[in-house]
């Protein structure tokens, strides 16, 4: 295994790990939403601070699943063009540049994320739980986002360039049966 497939591999893995947090979490939110409506069905009375939860939870679910959605290659991709490309170095060329477009985009983002992380002890309203946890996670979601695209960005220029012919990525998740 070539040196750029061990790195991509190594950084796979760490968006599964990821994305088993934002399963497990996934499943909390569910339950944690059972309880609240058995609560409000039976005793006209909700758990306090359910909303807030919830909330949070799905700031874990969303940005622990961002890196591992593009290893899986499973975001929105729009190829009405490049379809119509038949040259695959031309293709893998702009599959590169829109990658490495889309890390710079995800860098941005990274960066904002990190400057808005809450100096001042901001809490939630109701139960005050500290934001500064979640935006740090929302921090690691972009770092591995950006690494993935920038990963990827690398995988088709050298494809373009013909340097190396990587494989696919491989799925790092056990499929279900």
């Known amino acids: 295994m070539g040196g750029f497939k061990k790195v991509y591999k190594f950084f796979s893995k760490i968006c599964s790990a990821l994305s088993y947090v934002s399963m497990a979490v996934t499943f909390m939110i569910m339950l944690l939403l059972m309880v609240d409506i058995i609560l409000r069905y039976f005793f006209s009375s909700g758990l306090l601070g359910s909303l807030e939860l919830i909330e949070m939870g799905m700031t874990i679910i969303i940005f622990c699943g961002f890196a591992y959605t593009q290893v899986e290659r499973g975001h ?97 998740m056990v499929p279900s049966h």
């Open 76 to 172: 929105v991709n729009v190829d009405i063009l490049i379809n119509r490309i038949h040259n695959r170095r031309v293709r893998a060329f702009i599959d590169g540049f829109v990658y490495f477009f889309t890390a710079v985009i995800s860098f941005a983002l990274l960066y904002a994320s990190f400057m808005k992380v809450s100096k001042e002890g901001a809490t939630t309203g109701v139960l005050l739980i500290p934001l500064v946890p979640f935006e740090i996670i929302m921090g690691i979601g972009y770092i591995m986002l950006t690494i993935i695209f920038l990963l990827d960005s690398i995988r088709e220029f050298l494809r373009c360039f013909g340097k190396e012919e990587p494989e696919e990525a491989e799925s790092v």
